[in-house]
């Protein structure tokens, strides 16, 4: 099992910065492959960014490509989101999640393929 705790969230004006960070815990000596989904009111869960578990892969939604970077740090366990010029479509519910793979160099982009997730972080961008 792991466990995945999200934190950083919070309010923030358009064109402002947040990083969000997801702390993994459990069988974290597995290699997993991370992602970063979110979720706005009245909307399905959409996907954001995720990297391979070595972190030479990565992919961005297109909404977000330019303005968000995923990074991570194996030696913390933690995965990251680094948000700028935000906006407020980005207003939204974000959700870490952790793919068990042995491919090093795979990023996974669907919600379904993902074993874990964690309970969510706000981030609401004022206009």
């Known amino acids: 099992q792991v466990q995945l705790v999200e934190s950083g969230g919070g309010l923030v004006q358009a064109g402002g910065s947040l990083r969000l960070s997801c702390a993994a815990s459990?069988?974290?000596?597995?290699?997993?492959?991370m992602g970063w989904f979110r979720q706005a009111p009245g909307k399905e869960r959409e996907f954001v960014a995720a990297?391979?578990?070595?972190?030479?892969?990565?992919s961005y939604a297109d909404s977000v490509k330019g303005r968000f970077t995923i990074s991570g740090d194996n030696a913390k366990n933690t995965v990251y989101l680094q948000m700028n010029s935000l906006k407020p479509e980005d207003t939204a519910v974000y959700y870490c999640a952790a793919k068990q793979t042995y491919y090093s160099n795979r990023y996974f982009d669907r919600a379904r393929d993902y074993d874990y997730w964690g309970q969510g972080t706000q981030v609401t961008v004022s206009s």
């Open positions: 990297i391979s578990w070595t972190g030479g892969s990565t």
């Open positions: 459990g069988r974290t000596f597995s290699k997993y492959a």
